[in-house]
């Protein structure tokens, strides 16, 4: 039987800003039964940096070390949790409402209209029926 630790494993990532993610699908994969793997009482530092909003500078985690038996299934899975995570994930930008986006048509002009319409109705509604939500009703 062939053992490898999970620290070499995270070393050979493509990625080391993925490593946390990866650490956290690899244990899933212990929880449900895909790797055999087992806990050691050691630590070892991952290579993503964290930074923290407003602080300066960075910082690294720790994550508890493990052994896992390396199989053709747990190789197969390893490259597709790899190949899973290489994908770029893009993020859909949203457009600053601005009259110039507005005007080059980056923006839906008349669902923006018709939402405002429906708020500004909403809240004349609302001031027509003043003190209703308060009152009980009498018996």
């Known amino acids: 039987m062939v053992y490898r630790k999970l620290s070499e494993l995270v070393i050979s990532l493509e990625s080391p800003q993925q490593s946390d993610t990866f650490v956290k699908l690899f244990k899933a994969a212990v929880r449900d039964g895909r790797v055999i793997a087992t806990d050691l009482p050691e630590r070892f530092t991952l ?10 500078g960075t910082y690294q985690r720790d994550t ?8 053709p299934k747990v190789e197969q899975w390893v490259q597709e949790t790899q190949a899973a995570l290489a994908q770029v994930r893009t993020r859909t930008r949203k457009v600053k409402l601005t009259s110039e ?36 009703k009498k018996r």
């Open 47 to 56: 290579p993503k940096n964290h930074v923290r909003r407003g602080a300066e």
């Open 64 to 71: 508890r070390e493990m052994v896992y038996e390396v199989t």
């Open 101 to 136: 986006a507005v005007e080059a048509g980056e923006v839906d002009f008349q669902a923006l209209a018709a939402e405002t319409r429906r708020k500004m109705q909403a809240k004349y509604e609302k001031g027509q029926k003043p003190s209703q939500g308060k009152s009980r």
